[in-house]
């Protein structure tokens, strides 16, 4: 991942800040402590893994409720860009609220648009999440992977080194992310102790299969015999049961001839009182015919009064529709003389406001001629002030030109200096080498007898530990052998112990003829005891042999103890041997390194000397220095002039404002001139209009018509009045009009309905004698009822008692059964069970086996022994960058412990020009050398177990331990380093350390909210 740019938007200090890295290889961010330096890689973590120093909603700017952060990003030829967001919202009275985000992620359109610009394509998931992964699987990286290689925090560097060599190994378990077999073998272990446990519980529950399945065939045989017990009352039920269900059949016959002669009661009933009922309908329609022929006899008096009705009527109608007339041209004249009173008052209200608004413009004319009496004085007094300012703007241009040319004097008079420094310094430091490297050379002669003997230490040695190594496979074997003999003899107690139990149990049962082992009849228990007796005897002869064999292994393996303890001794030397060995190897190597550089340094000193002795450093500089020096006497500028200038101007300063409000003054002035005349002509308009009343013409004339045409209507109040009241009394005669009409067409009806009611009476009466001769019959027929009822009586006891013995063998059959059903699942479990454990004991083995695998004997310590070479391959090479091929690190896993046995370890050498020494024994800047190396080894080391390729590297801090040279080399190192890396950004907020570099991206601080800018 190469990162290209990064904008924040409210992202803790920030509030709206791009920075921008294309094209840069190597930047310096520096900036004061608590500017927000840190918070922009806060920002790239936050964006890519959402993992920062704190939560999501703490990195909102104080105040703000949403911020964004929009990475974009150079992957293997393809340029991506990242975008998270995040808006807080408040909960209600006081409540905590709720918070939501969003994670877009877009690859770009190389082939770009019309106008040159780069086209985003979606790559964005269904969820956050899934996006999250998406980003995670392309980059081949995760945030601890991120932090632990390309991000180099201060104070890690040393994490590793400075350890004791028995943690050392601990500390780079957990850089290399080895903390996560730990949980996989503790999650193993557990996982063993639960299967244990399982099984634990299943041998327990297994311990009663065999009474379950002796319990399992008895109540097999009582089901069977229930059940013959239970058929034979079930076909004795059903003969009872029909002969009970014939006579019930009779009995039901008899109950339905008794149920119709009830029947038949009820309808007799019910026929009397329909006769009745008709007598009393045809009584009804009588009296109502009556009455409607009285109501046809006044026929002649309702026609009399229905014709006054009418003619009234339209009196009162024809006198309503004048009143109506009369009261709308009432309310228009209300209406018209309230708009002529309305058009005067807004007259009167505009004169009013006219008058004011004269009465105004009077005063501020007055007013703007005495302001303008001295207009020009003012004009005079400006002009001057505008060559003042004319005459400043070409001596400012100057003076930028001045100040520039100044400060570009100081600029090279400064560089040439550090360059000369830097000369003399360099000089010294290579003096000093050439010294320590005479020294060097001069001990070559004393180290070709100590290779010879060395060499004879290692040959004598390796034959030992061949024979040791030999020795050791021996012991173990014999010690396998020991613990095989002894399981045997174990399990072979074990089925004695069983015999004697089979035993125990047959003599407890001995008056039984079922044997209690094998269910099964025994015919000669004597015999079964004694077999079993001679089966143990058989075996403790086995016993005997195998404590001879495990007598004659144990004296073999303590002989092979005696020789053990022997070799071991001999071999504690070989670690001491190994370090000679090393120390000798690093000693020549170093003769080597020690000629070449020799050699190289003299002809360097030669060259520097020379240099300063002619002054031949910083020649670009000194021609430089001499040509601003030049154009700075060229311009001709006068500091003490420009300030007399300026003061001059600061004293007329206020020129300029008077001129301004003399402008605006004349320009109201001539406003207000020509506003006076048409505000005049207004006045004397609207005063006219009221004193001659000449407004509203057109409501005038439409009052004047209302008025004519009310005095064209006639309209008595009282008659109309009277007219109604006669009209309410007159209304009666309707409603008798339409009882007329009624009666008239109802009489034919009525007389229709008296034969249709003499009709149903005679049909009733015929009914009545029809069901009383049906009722003679039924009642003859019921003369055997009280026979079917005492026969029926007498078979129900019976079926009762044989009903309860059959349910009672039902009950039993369906207890067997169940219990039959129940042992057969228990039988089915129990063997399931047995599966089980099987497979368990298979499961616990493997377990086990993971234990001991992911422990830190097992896979970690092969990580750690094939990561070991790769870390000092690629720490050697950037620690030769470092020291000119002067210093190189080893690091050993084993050593051996005072009683000669390997203990593992992480052991840190470092040699150099004089020799190997202890990491404690260098410098603070020698020893931050070896961090620096060692973690830039370390985290490519974790770029290439995540299948990443490390393109980005991020050095925070850890240059105040170096002096000025060394922090020069550890610049210079870190640029050579950039040709493995595609960006490099170094914090820093030394001044010395940051003007080494090309590219700056300064970080300010201003009123809480950061800012940073690109220096080059």
């Known amino acids: 991942m190469i990162l290209n740019s990064v904008h924040l938007h409210n992202f803790m200090s920030y509030a709206d800040s791009t920075l921008d890295l294309n094209g840069i290889a190597v930047a310096c961010l520096t900036g004061l402590n608590g500017a927000g330096k840190s918070a922009i890689l806060d920002a790239v973590t936050w964006a890519i893994w959402e993992e920062a120093?704190?939560?999501s909603d703490e990195l909102v700017r104080l105040g703000e409720k949403e911020m964004w952060v929009e990475i974009v990003f150079s992957h293997e030829g393809q340029i991506y860009r990242v975008r998270r967001s995040r808006q807080k919202q408040v909960g209600k009275a006081g409540g905590k609220g709720t918070s939501k985000g969003t994670l877009e992620f877009q690859i770009a359109d190389l082939t770009g648009g019309q106008d040159g610009t780069l086209r985003w394509n979606s790559l964005t998931a269904a969820s956050m999440k899934e996006t999250g992964k998406h980003i995670c699987d392309l980059l081949r990286m995760d945030y601890d992977t991120f932090i632990n290689s390309a991000y180099l925090k201060q104070g890690r560097a040393e994490e590793f080194t400075t350890r004791l060599p028995s943690e050392r190994k601990q500390v780079l378990a957990e850089i290399l992310g080895l903390s996560y077999f730990d949980r996989l073998q503790e999650e193993a272990r557990d996982r063993l102790r639960g299967v244990k446990a399982q099984i634990e519980f299943l041998e327990g529950s297994l311990a009663g299969a065999r009474q379950v399945e002796a319990e399992f065939a008895q109540v097999h045989t009582e089901l069977c015999a229930a059940q013959i017990e239970y058929d034979d009352l079930v076909l004795v039920a059903r003969d009872i049961e029909q002969q009970v269900e014939e006579?019930?059949?009779?009995?039901?016959q008899f109950k339905l001839i008794e149920v119709t002669i009830s029947s038949n009661d009820k309808q007799l009933v019910e026929l009397n009182h329909a006769l009745k009922r008709i007598d009393d309908q045809k009584l009804s329609i009588e009296q109502k015919k009556k009455s409607l022929g009285d109501l046809i006899g006044e026929s002649s008096d309702i026609e009399a009064q229905l014709s006054e009705f009418n003619q009234v009527r339209a009196a009162v109608e024809k006198l309503d529709s004048v009143f109506l007339e009369v009261q709308d041209l009432s309310d228009k004249k209300l209406e018209l003389t309230?708009?002529?009173a309305t058009l005067r008052s807004r007259l009167e209200v505009k004169l009013e406001g006219l008058e004011v608004e004269n009465r105004e413009l009077v005063k501020s004319r007055e007013r703007l001629l005495r302001d303008t009496e001295d207009g020009d004085k003012i004009k005079s007094q400006y002009l001057e002030f505008r060559q003042l300012l004319e005459s400043e703007a070409v001596l400012s241009q100057k003076q930028e030109a001045h100040t520039q040319l100044s400060h570009r004097v100081t600029e090279l008079s400064s560089t040439i200096q550090e360059a000369k420094i830097r000369l003399e310094a360099e000089l010294g430091q290579k003096q000093n080498a050439i010294k320590e490297l005479t020294a060097l050379t001069q001990s070559q002669a004393s180290l070709g007898a100590e290779g010879a003997e060395l060499d004879q230490l290692k040959e004598r040695l390796e034959r030992l530990e061949a024979e040791f190594e030999l020795v050791e496979k021996t012991g173990i074997a014999i010690k396998s052998d020991l613990e095989s003999l002894a399981i045997k003899a174990e399990e072979i107690r074990g089925r004695q112990r069983e015999n004697l139990e089979k035993i125990k149990e047959l003599k407890e049962h001995e008056h039984s003829s079922i044997c209690p082992l094998c269910s099964a009849p025994i015919v000669d228990r004597a015999a079964v005891i004694e077999r079993y007796l001679k089966h143990n005897e058989e075996m403790d002869q086995e016993i005997n042999q195998l404590d001879v064999q495990k007598e004659k292994l144990n004296d073999q393996r303590a002989e092979l103890r005696v020789r053990y303890v022997e070799m071991r001794k001999e071999l504690e030397g070989r670690k001491d041997l190994d370090k000679r060995i090393g120390q000798y190897n690093e000693r020549q190597q170093a003769l080597v390194r020690a000629s070449d550089n020799e050699q190289r340094l003299s002809q360097a000193e030669a060259l520097l000397a020379e240099k300063l002795s002619q002054n031949n450093f910083a020649q670009v500089e000194r021609e430089s220095l001499v040509a601003v020096k030049a154009e700075l006497h060229k311009l001709e500028f006068d500091p003490a002039v420009y300030v007399s200038l300026q003061s001059q101007i600061r004293l007329k300063r206020h020129i300029e404002g008077k001129h301004q409000q003399l402008a605006k003054d004349t320009e109201e002035l001539s406003r207000i001139n020509g506003k006076m005349p048409e505000l005049k002509k207004a006045i004397e308009e609207i005063s006219s209009e009221?004193?001659?009343?000449?407004?509203?013409?057109?409501?005038?004339?439409?009052?004047?018509?209302?008025?004519?045409?009310?005095?064209?209507y006639s309209y008595d109040r009282n008659e109309h009045a009277r007219l109604k009241q006669r009209l309410s009394e007159l209304f009666i005669a309707t409603e008798k009009s339409r009882d007329l009409s009624r009666a008239m067409a109802e009489v034919?009806?009525?007389?229709?309905?008296?034969g249709v009611l003499q009709g149903e009476y005679i049909s009733k009466q015929a009914q009545i004698a029809k069901v009383d001769s049906e009722q003679l019959q039924l009642k003859g027929q019921l003369k055997d009822l009280?026979?079917?009822e005492k026969t029926l009586a007498g078979l129900k006891p019976s079926l009762d008692e044989v009903r309860g013995f059959k349910e009672e063998s039902g009950r039993k059959v369906a207890v067997l059964s169940s219990r039959s059903h129940a042992l057969s699942d228990e039988l089915t479990r129990l063997a399931a069970r047995l599966q089980e454990m099987t497979l368990l004991r298979e499961e616990m083995d493997d377990?086990?086996?993971?234990?001991?695998?992911?422990?830190?004997k097992g896979i970690q310590a092969v990580i750690i022994e094939n990561a070991i070479p790769e870390i000092e391959n690629e720490a050697n090479r950037i620690l030769s960058r470092l020291t000119d091929n002067k210093m190189h690190i080893a690091l050993i896993t084993q050593t051996k412990t005072k009683s000669g046995t390997m203990a593992e370890t992480l052991d840190l050498v470092i040699g150099d020009e004089v020799g190997t020494r202890s990491y404690e024994l260098y410098s603070g800047g020698e020893a931050f050398k070896v961090n620096f190396a060692l973690r830039i080894a370390l985290s490519r080391l974790l770029a290439r177990r995540a299948g990443a390729k490390l393109e980005t590297l991020i050095i925070d801090e850890g240059f105040g331990s170096q002096d000025d040279g060394s922090r020069e080399r550890l610049v210079k190192a870190i640029r050579l380093i950039q040709t493995d890396f595609s960006r490099v950004l170094v914090i820093t907020h030394i001044a010395d350390v940051r003007e080494m570099f090309p590219v700056q991206i300064q970080?300010?601080?201003?009123?809480?909210i950061s800012s940073f800018k690109l220096v080059s």
């Open 1003 to 1008: 970080v300010t601080k201003n009123n809480g």
């Open 338 to 340: 309230g708009q002529l």
């Open 53 to 55: 120093r704190g939560s």
């Open 847 to 856: 377990y086990a086996y993971l234990v001991e695998v992911f422990g830190k």
């Open 247 to 252: 006579v019930s059949a009779q009995l039901q």
């Open 786 to 788: 009280d026979l079917v």
């Open 748 to 754: 034919p009806a009525l007389e229709e309905q008296l």
């Open 690 to 712: 009221l004193s001659g009343e000449i407004y509203g013409q057109a409501v005038r004339l439409e009052l004047k018509e209302v008025l004519q045409k009310l005095t064209t």
